[in-house]
Structure formats: C-alpha cells, structure tokens
C-alpha cells in the first residue's frame, strides 16, 4: 500500500501550551519512537528526490539531524550538519538570522560544501523560515547549488515558505 501524509500525522503529537500559553506544539519525538513511523517518514521524504541528483544533505541542528543522517544514508552521500555557534572545531562560515523575538547565529564547515555540490537542506519543521533562509545563504555562499529544501512539517500560516520560495520545498506533512 503507497503511504501518504495523512498517515504520518498520526505519530505526531499536539502538545498545547508549549513552550508558552497558547502556542500548539507539533512534537515529533512520538514519531522518533516509532520504526513504523520512521520509515514511513522516510519513504515520504525520499519520495521526493527520485532522479535528483544529490551530492550532500545539509542537516540543521538538532532535529534536522534525525532524517538528514536517514537521507544521507540512503542516498549514499556525505551529511553535513549546520550547528550553533561553538560546536563546530574546524574554520566556519556563520549567518545570523531574525527569530519571533530576538536573533540566532548558525555555522557550517566552510570546507564542508564545494562549488557546484548539488545540495538536500534538511529540516524538522519550516515555520517562519529564518532557519531555513539563513542555512541556504551560507551553502550558496560557498558556491553549493540548492536542489531541495526538505521538512518533515510545515505549518504553512506562519508563510516561512515565502522565504525561501526561490527553491523547490517539500514537506511530509502541512498543516
């Protein structure tokens, strides 16, 4: 039977009032705890790069990590994490970017992507997409060509698509 997104919304939990009062949380740890969602997951967001060529995944701290290691590994390519600032040992490249309330810096290998990589950003949620924007300014600022942005969720009336829309974006889930 081919998978669709209504079955993978099932393994994600609401959690209203978090991290403050009136916010709905979309929780994925439940899905994490689940093979048969994981997989499902998995399929979905691969679905998606069938004849693509991908030289890299760029994974975002730290839920992007979970599937952007899952995609690499199924892809057979190297993974490439974006971290917070401090994490990463060799030289680095980092932007800034606007969140709700205040400002982020993120930082990547500047000799983690080379001119002309064909390169997968993978994500957990795109909700107003600063994260998003920031991470795809550094990869093509190291010459990375972007052949996908990939989310799990995206919760689409916060409109962090409209930030990166110049790339092609694909989510498991919408909401």
Same mark, same amino acid.
């Given at each position: 039977?081919?998978?669709?997104?209504?079955?993978?919304?099932q393994?994600?939990?609401?959690?209203?009032?978090f991290?403050?009062?009136?916010?709905?949380?979309?929780?994925?740890? $439940?899905?994490?705890? $689940?093979?048969?969602?994981?997989?499902?997951?998995?399929?979905?967001?691969? $679905?998606?790069?069938?004849?693509?060529?991908?030289?890299?995944?760029?994974?975002?701290?730290?839920?992007?990590?979970?599937?952007?290691?899952?995609l690499?590994?199924?892809?057979?390519v190297?993974f490439?994490?974006?971290?917070?600032?401090?994490?990463?040992?060799?030289?680095?490249?980092?932007?800034?970017?606007?969140?709700?309330?205040g400002?982020?810096?993120?930082?990547?290998?500047?000799?983690?992507?080379?001119?002309?990589?064909?390169i997968?950003?993978?994500?957990?949620?795109?909700?107003?997409?600063?994260?998003?924007?920031?991470?795809?300014?550094?990869?093509e600022?190291?010459?990375?060509?972007?052949?996908?942005?990939?989310?799990?969720?995206?919760?689409?009336?916060?409109e962090?698509?409209?930030?990166?829309?110049?790339?092609?974006?694909?989510?498991?889930? $919408?909401?």
């Amino acid at each position: 039977m081919k998978h669709n997104s209504e079955n993978l919304k099932q393994y994600i939990t609401d959690v209203p009032d978090f991290p403050k009062k009136g916010i709905g949380f979309k929780d994925i740890t $439940s899905l994490l705890e $689940s093979p048969e969602g994981t997989s499902l997951c998995l399929e979905l967001l691969l $679905s998606e790069l069938k004849n693509k060529q991908i030289d890299k995944v760029v994974g975002i701290e730290s839920r992007g990590f979970f599937f952007g290691m899952l995609l690499a590994q199924s892809l057979n390519v190297p993974f490439v994490p974006v971290r917070k600032p401090g994490k990463l040992p060799r030289k680095v490249i980092t932007q800034s970017f606007d969140l709700e309330y205040g400002s982020d810096v993120l930082e990547l290998h500047q000799d983690a992507i080379n001119p002309g990589d064909k390169i997968l950003i993978h994500d957990d949620v795109l909700a107003t997409g600063g994260t998003a924007e920031a991470v795809c300014k550094m990869v093509e600022s190291l010459g990375g060509q972007i052949v996908q942005c990939n989310f799990i969720m995206k919760l689409d009336f916060l409109e962090g698509f409209k930030k990166i829309e110049s790339h092609p974006i694909y989510a498991a889930i $919408s909401y």
